[in-house]
């Protein structure tokens, strides 16, 4: 149980198409689902919490025109990388919490690399 | 402010020997405490948790870890490490805000498994 799936698993773009990548909880219901950045070698940072049918919170210093998070269902969020330049290239790795559990676990996603040429 | 230090950058052990993974926090109220593994260009798995009661918790792959409240540990140790422990191995803490949860992380300890 507590599967989360990332679409694509890697994406290749050229700079100022937009991308969007997917996050699905496949057997659990998710309110609240998290968008890590992580670089090379180095440990998570948190972009945002994407709360269903609500506005995502971002953390400071996250441009939220430039990453847009829909959490439209509770199964579903989608981060979208839009004008996407060669500094956004990344691993990026969304995670999800069970709201039947109503306890403080996240499970993540195996994670979306993006390389913008 | 939440903050968690994993003072091992990378540790080598060799198959069999047994492992030790530091992990020290600084928060404000009881943390919630988490271990993850992550192998090269995956995502993060749960290893382990500590939310309240006994502080000593069990977890999957004969993992287990010590809450400290005195010393603000949460050590990660295996008895017997396996090659496929090698991984990269990150302790976080949980923080409310807002009402919603969310983790910070340390660094992150490499592990390399010689034979």
């Known amino acids: 149980g507590a599967v989360v799936s990332q679409h694509p698993s890697w994406v290749i773009c050229k700079s100022g198409t937009s991308v969007k990548i997917e996050c699905r909880s496949l057997d659990f219901q998710a309110t609240t689902m998290f968008w890590y950045r992580q670089f090379p070698k180095q440990s998570l940072m948190l972009m945002a919490t994407s709360n269903e049918g609500s506005k995502a919170t971002y953390e400071q210093g996250v441009e939220k025109d430039k990453f847009l998070i829909n959490h439209a269902s509770l199964t579903l969020s989608t981060l979208t990388v839009t004008s996407a330049h060669p500094e956004d290239s990344s691993f990026y790795i969304c995670?999800?919490?069970?709201?039947?559990?109503?306890?403080?676990?996240?499970?993540f996603g195996p994670g979306t690399r993006l390389l913008v040429l | 402010a939440q903050s968690v230090t994993q003072p091992d950058i990378h540790i080598t052990v060799s198959e069999g020997a047994s492992l030790e993974l530091r992990c020290n926090y600084s928060y404000g109220a009881t943390p919630y405490l988490f271990w993850y593994v992550q192998s090269p260009g995956q995502g993060l798995q749960l290893l382990l948790k500590?939310?309240?009661?006994?502080?000593l918790v069990q977890g999957i792959k004969g993992f287990e870890a010590e809450f400290k409240r005195s010393q603000s540990s949460f050590n990660l140790r295996k008895p017997s490490v396996h090659w496929s422990d090698a991984a990269e191995y990150f302790c976080a803490v949980g923080a409310v805000r807002s009402g919603a949860n969310n983790l910070f992380f340390g660094t992150g300890t490499r592990l390399t498994v010689i034979p």
């Open positions: 995670s999800a919490r069970d709201r039947m559990t109503g306890q403080e676990t996240q499970y």
């Open positions: 500590y939310f309240s009661g006994d502080t």
